[in-house]
């Protein structure tokens, strides 16, 4: 293509909302062989929303919501905003409220935290009160030796498989309680899939949420190939995986733990409603926050490029 051809491009690109950083990517995207894509905030909508608290132990409800608030007070992830939400209704908004059941009456009611620290792609753990509290995956819970026990574990199963991420809280090494928590698909998320693969081009998900969530939710995106419960520095490594046999690949993503994939990727595309340093990281930004335009950027990219074949 001649560089007349590549500025008409990156001109009809940005009247779609897609910004193209450069000739080389456009020239890339016709290449994809793979599209990898973050789940949370980029595949859903990234607006996660309680849907199920249950406690465990003798430990009243609102003492355990309470105490998990704490810990996630200091914490910047999506899924602490969600939480602290849940919990801060229940005081302001007495019985009308969702979480009202589980009530937290106490106006005083996030107490404070000590030795606050995020364990990446797992959690949170801290000292309340001199109780030793930790919040997050069930992985983090279980490397800490607690025992989930027969009955929560069904539940967290029976969760998981309806496309729930599940949140634990363990107080002084015993399970205390489970968070049901639901992020919905992009409206466009499946037309997405569905017209890559009709272009030849196979989608991948990429997340560091557990594997049974996960699958829920691939299956429903129409989503086959899924690489879960991969740690925030992993992620690079694993679109680096999938260039090893020289496929070219774009990887999609919003989200700090993504961008290091997306400099990795032959062609990073960030959601333009993602954090900074995702959309520095990336060749292309879809500032419609729009998955379909993932398509028209390739189909942009291959009307280029392969016109001079
Ligand atoms: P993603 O790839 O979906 O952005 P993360 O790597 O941020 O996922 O987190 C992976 C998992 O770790 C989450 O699904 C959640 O179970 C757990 N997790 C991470 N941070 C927190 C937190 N602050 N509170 C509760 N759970 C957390
Ligand atoms: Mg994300």
Redesign the pocket.
């Known amino acids: 293509a001649t560089p007349t051809a590549v500025m008409v491009a990156t001109g009809v690109g940005a009247q779609h909302g897609i910004l193209i950083k450069g000739g080389d990517a456009l020239e890339s995207a016709h290449k994809v062989g793979v599209v990898v894509f ?4 980029t595949l859903t909508q990234g607006k996660p929303t309680i849907t199920s608290f249950q406690h465990y132990g003798r430990r009243p409800p609102h003492e355990v919501l309470s105490l998990m608030a704490a810990a ?1 007070e200091n ?1 910047e ?1 999506p ?2 905003g969600a ?1 602290l939400s849940y919990a801060r209704k229940a005081t302001q908004e007495g019985p009308k409220s969702a979480a009202s059941e589980h009530g937290v009456k106490d106006t005083a009611w996030v107490k404070e935290a000590e030795g606050f620290e ?7 753990r801290c000292r309340v009160g001199g109780l030793e509290v930790l ?4 992985r ?1 819970v279980e490397e800490q030796g607690v025992e989930i026990g027969e009955q929560a574990g069904r539940h967290i199963q029976q969760e998981e498989a309806r496309a729930r ?3 634990l809280a363990s107080i002084d090494g015993q399970l205390a309680g489970v968070l049901a928590i639901s992020d919905p698909l992009k409206t466009e998320a499946v037309l997405a899939v569905e017209g890559l693969r009709r272009m030849g081009i196979r989608s991948v998900m ?5 594997w049974s ?1 996960a699958r829920a939710i691939a299956e429903e995106v129409g989503i086959e190939d899924v690489l879960a419960e ?3 520095g992993g ?1 690079a490594e694993r679109v680096r995986q999938l260039q090893a046999d020289g496929t070219v690949v774009a990887m999609v993503g919003d ?1 700090v ?1 993504d961008s290091p994939a997306l400099a990795a990727a032959d062609v990073g595309i960030a959601i333009g409603a993602g954090t900074d340093i995702a959309i520095e990281s990336a060749d292309v930004v879809l500032m419609r926050n729009d998955l379909e335009d993932v398509i028209t950027a390739i189909d942009l990219s291959r009307k280029t490029f392969d016109r001079i074949r």
């Open positions: 973050d789940k949370t905030g996630e914490s992830h899924l602490a939480l995020a364990v990446p792609g797992r959690g949170v919040v997050g995956s069930r983090l991420t599940v949140v990429l997340t560091g949420d557990n969530t991969v740690l925030p992620k989200g733990n």
